[in-house]
Nanobody, 124 residues
Framework: QVQLVESGGGSVQAGGSLRLSCAAS?????MGWFRQAPGKEREGVAG???????DYAASVKGRFTISKDNAKNTLYLQMNSLKPDDTAMYYC?????????????????????WGQGTQVTVSS
């Protein structure tokens, strides 16, 4: 069982930045960030595989950057130029195995383990 603990959420004004972290209890080859706003379905935000290949949702491309420190088993999401539409609960997800196709990085069913989430609120 890979345990995931997110941190770094908070409240910011539009245009601001936040950096989310996700500490994993052990190494996971594939990790990602998902979010869910009230009344909306969960959506994939960004994912990274064991080769460092990344994928981003169109709505965050150019503003968010995902990175992974394998030595620390920690995943990050740097979020810049935040918008009110980015307001959501952000979840970290992990998969022990590698990802053979980057198109799966934003697919929730591809992941086996989930964190409890950290709230991000962006005010206008």
């Amino acid at each position: 069982q890979v345990q995931l603990v997110e941190s770094g959420g908070g409240s910011v004004q539009a245009g601001g930045s936040l950096r989310l972290s996700c500490a994993a209890s052990e190494y996971a080859a594939t990790m990602g960030w998902f979010r869910q706003a009230p009344g909306k379905e969960r959506e994939g935000v960004a994912g990274i595989d064991s080769f460092g290949v990344t994928d981003y949702a169109a709505s965050v491309k150019g503003r968010f950057t995902i990175s992974k420190d394998n030595a620390k088993n920690t995943l990050y999401l740097q979020m810049n130029s935040l918008k009110p539409d980015d307001t959501a609960m952000y979840y970290c997800a992990a998969r022990r195995g590698a990802t053979l196709w980057a198109g799966l990085l934003l697919t929730g069913n591809h992941y086996n383990y989930w964190g409890q989430g950290t709230q991000v609120t962006v005010s206008s």
